[in-house]
């Protein structure tokens, strides 16, 4: 069985920065594509970052420069780190991998406030 949870959300201040991380099990992370999304209320679950099962990662223009994808094959875990975070980057953040199916974490909410 697959699971995905994620880690490392909360509070921070505008500028601040969080690392969130995936902890997968019952998959093999480094197989396959991941990605994180982040959603906020009455809005479109949005994609934030993708790595391929290559390792090649890809941002929207939102985030690009702030944001960085990485995957720890030995742990089964992918990261993001945020960076320069901004009020708008507040939502909740949630890992995909795309496997024989596509599988989602529950997500960590990530606040950002002064």
């Known amino acids: 069985q697959v699971r995905l949870v994620e880690s490392g959300g909360g509070l921070v201040q505008p500028e601040g920065s969080l690392r969130l991380s995936c902890l997968a099990s019952g998959i093999l992370l480094r197989f396959f594509p991941s990605s994180w999304y982040r959603q906020v209320p009455g809005k479109q679950r949005e994609l934030v970052a993708t790595?391929?099962?290559?390792?090649?990662?890809t941002y929207p223009d939102s985030v690009k420069g702030r944001f960085t994808i990485s995957r720890e094959g030995r742990l089964n875990t992918v990261y993001l780190q945020m960076n320069n975070l901004k009020p708008e980057d507040t939502a909740v953040y949630y890992c995909?991998?795309?496997?024989?199916?596509?599988?989602w974490g529950p997500g960590t909410q990530v606040t950002v406030s002064s």
């Open positions: 995909q991998v795309v496997g024989q199916r596509t599988y």
């Open positions: 790595m391929t099962s290559d390792g090649v990662p």
